[in-house]
């Protein structure tokens, strides 16, 4: 099983280009969840899915767009992009809501985006 | 809002020594709490998950503990080895609005030879 695969792994940006970023699992979970980790912060939730064709707003989802058409793949869209956003980018997901008893969620390796 | 706070930030140690990271949460009215671990350039591992109802839980060499009256849990690490060196997080889910975790910012662990 390949788990949690996050597309782009690196990608450079200039100030007002657009761009998605590519999340597929294939462990048939119904939650997915998109997080951004900044130096010297701990991970924000941007946007999740509770289920295919739902998306919902996190912590810090200004800036930011989501799709969840397939089960399977979670996007996240910078529509124009600025410095702000540049970040490591962790998409996760899991097959129970985050409070479920017993429920674990897994990571996907990241994707580096900087934006100049 | 619920904050998450490690300390410390990061800490050094023999190969061989037992520790214990730390973990503190301002909202006790929590579900659960997780620890991960994070190697450079990679995403999180769970280690760890411990409901609101638990005291502790165990894995190998890992404890993890949760008071939520103090609103503190620990991550004790036994016998610690070379292969222990990584960020380890703690992250709390409250419930609420969104369905996410509050992390904290991490202690950086390395385990000298």
């Known amino acids: 099983n390949a788990g949690v695969t996050q597309t782009p792994k690196f990608r450079v940006l200039k100030t007002g280009q657009s761009m998605t970023l590519l999340c597929a699992q294939d462990?048939?979970?119904?939650?997915m969840y998109w997080y951004r980790q900044d130096p010297g912060m701990g991970l924000r939730l941007i946007h999740y899915s509770v289920g295919e064709g739902t998306t919902a707003k996190g912590e810090v989802p200004d800036g930011y767009n989501v799709s969840r058409l397939k089960k399977q793949n979670f996007l996240l869209g910078l529509e124009s992009a600025a410095p702000s956003q540049t970040s490591v980018y962790f998409c996760?997901?899991?097959?129970?809501?985050?409070?479920?008893?017993?429920?674990?969620?897994?990571f996907g390796e990241g994707s580096w985006l900087t934006v100049v | 809002k619920q904050e998450v706070t490690q300390i410390p930030a990061a800490l050094s140690v023999p190969e061989g020594e037992n520790l214990v990271l730390n973990c503190s949460f301002t909202?006790?009215?929590?579900?659960?709490l997780q620890w991960f671990r994070q190697d450079p350039g990679k995403g999180l591992t769970s280690l760890l998950l411990?409901?609101?109802?638990?005291r502790e839980q165990t894995s190998g060499r890992l404890n993890a503990s949760l008071d939520k009256s103090s609103g503190r849990s620990t991550l004790y690490i036994a016998a610690s080895q070379p292969g222990d060196s990584a960020t380890y997080l703690c992250a709390a889910y409250s419930g609420g609005g969104a369905d996410g975790l509050t992390f904290g910012k991490g202690t950086h662990l390395i385990i000298q030879p």
């Open positions: 462990m048939n979970h119904e939650y």
């Open positions: 411990i409901q609101s109802s638990q």
């Open positions: 996760a997901s899991s097959y129970h809501r985050t409070g479920a008893v017993g429920n674990t969620i897994y």
């Open positions: 909202d006790s009215a929590i579900y659960n």
